[in-house]
């Protein structure tokens, strides 16, 4: 089967390439999923599971992406809730072989199922930023309604979801990013826009919650805004820039299929729009994922028309 895998931990996006693989047999509990779309995160370089497995043994040519939508094609043994042919959407193991390929194999736990009425293409943009999105804020971030979030990268693919949940529960969402993408996050809910080239962070007065993509700086900044029990929550590593009177807490995204379920609903009744940038085939994946400047939204690989 044709894929695209990570050769050169230092080349980063250079050093993809799209080869042939074997096709995956399922494990014991395992789905062998037919992928029709494959969204893609750019940190995946920076993810130490990218290069080693679980035991530390290097994964040389590795198959990237990890979140993806499909049809189940085979199932292995003691797998139950799925049946051949059923649209399935979800993350895979960061530890295995990846999504931007014709088949992946993925533990049943990991799938939710995708409902007819959503494109394979929108399904594979969700998991991943819908998941962090809905985690950082509700699990670790504790929002309730009333509260103030100031959403970094509010125009982005995840931000454009924390923006948008974030206000359907009741939050007043100040939304961060550069001057371009003031009108994008400003039509994702924001109540507001800062520009973090431009305006100070101190002029929100405070915030209960930061969502924080960006790291460096911008969260050592931020961590100085968060109120008395607020929360700053982070998705790029270790927090560096803790509130003074407050949590700071980073996480890895799960796969949680109830959650999934959740949020391709608000999909589906229009409460929430994912950000799709860069669509591209399967055998124009390679440029794709090695853009030459920078791009909006998620970038999603169809590998079946």
Known sequence: MKAVVATDQAAEAAGITLAQRP??????????VAVHASGFVPAEWEWPSTWVDRSGHDRAQGIIGHEFAGVVSSLGYGTTGFSLGQRVF?????????????????????????????DFTVGASLP?????????LFQHGRLQAGQSVL????????????????REFGAYVIGTGR????????DFGANEFLDLDLDDLNDTGGVDLVFDVIGGDI??????????????VSVVGPVEARPVDGLAIDFVVESVPSQLVEIVDRVRDGRLRTHIGT?????????????????????VIRVRP
Do not use: C, F, M
């Not at 991943?128 to 950082?136: F, K, R, V």
């Open 219 to 232: 969260q050592r900044r931020s961590a100085s805004i968060v109120r008395p029990g607020g929360t700053l």
């Open 279 to 299: 669509v591209a085939t399967l055998d124009d994946a390679i440029p794709a994922l090695n853009p030459t400047e920078r791009r909006k939204g998620k970038t």
């Open 151 to 166: 959403a970094h990268g509010a125009a982005g693919a995840v931000g454009s979801v924390v923006t948008q949940l974030a």
């Open 179 to 186: 001057a371009a993408d003031r009108q994008a996050a400003l």
């Open 90 to 118: 979800g993350i895979t193991d960061w530890h295995r072989d990846g999504t931007l390929a014709e088949y992946a194999a993925v533990e049943a736990r990991n799938l939710a199922p995708l409902p007819g009425d959503v």
């Open 128 to 136: 991943i930023s819908g998941l962090t999105a809905w985690q950082g």
């Open 23 to 32: 096709e995956p047999t399922p494990a014991i509990n395992d789905v062998v």
